[in-house]
Nanobody
Framework: QVQVAESGGGLVQPGDSLRLSCAASGSRLDSYAIGWFRRAPGKNLESVLC????????FHAESVEGRFTISRDSAKNVVYLQMNSLKPEDTAVYYC?????????????????????WGQGTQVTVSS
């Protein structure tokens, strides 16, 4: 069973960049589909960006297209969420999750329902 933990959140200004990390223990992240999710104040959980086990069949929310990307560092067993051109509406608690799915689309659709292998979240606040 893989355990994941997010880090890297903080307070940034609009237009800034931030990189979140999702570190794993107990298993290799290479064996899982990975997803990043967020919950903004007063809003439902949103699937932000998910990649399949082979880094294909990915999914991303329209709101982050062209701004957010996922990358894996297999040597460190870490997955990153690079967030550029941040906006106030990106303010949320961000969660990473690892799922036993082949595709990123499956990950983003199913993982929020099962809540398996989720971290505790890291707060991102975008404000001037």
């Amino acid at each position: 069973q893989v355990q994941v933990a997010e880090s890297g959140g903080g307070l940034v200004q609009p237009g800034d960049s931030l990189r979140l990390s999702c570190a794993a223990s107990g298993s290799r992240l290479d064996s899982y589909a990975i997803g990043w999710f967020r919950r903004a104040p007063g809003k439902n959980l949103e699937s932000v960006l998910c990649v399949g086990r082979s880094n294909d069949d990915n999914f991303h929310a329209e709101s982050v297209e062209g701004r957010f990307t996922i990358s894996r560092d297999s040597a460190k067993n870490v997955v990153y969420l690079q967030m550029n051109s941040l906006k106030p509406e990106d303010t949320a608690v961000y969660y990473c999750a690892a799922g036993d799915f082949t595709s990123g689309v499956q990950m983003c659709l199913v993982a929020p329902l099962t809540k398996d292998n989720w971290g505790q979240g890291t707060q991102v606040t975008v404000s001037s």
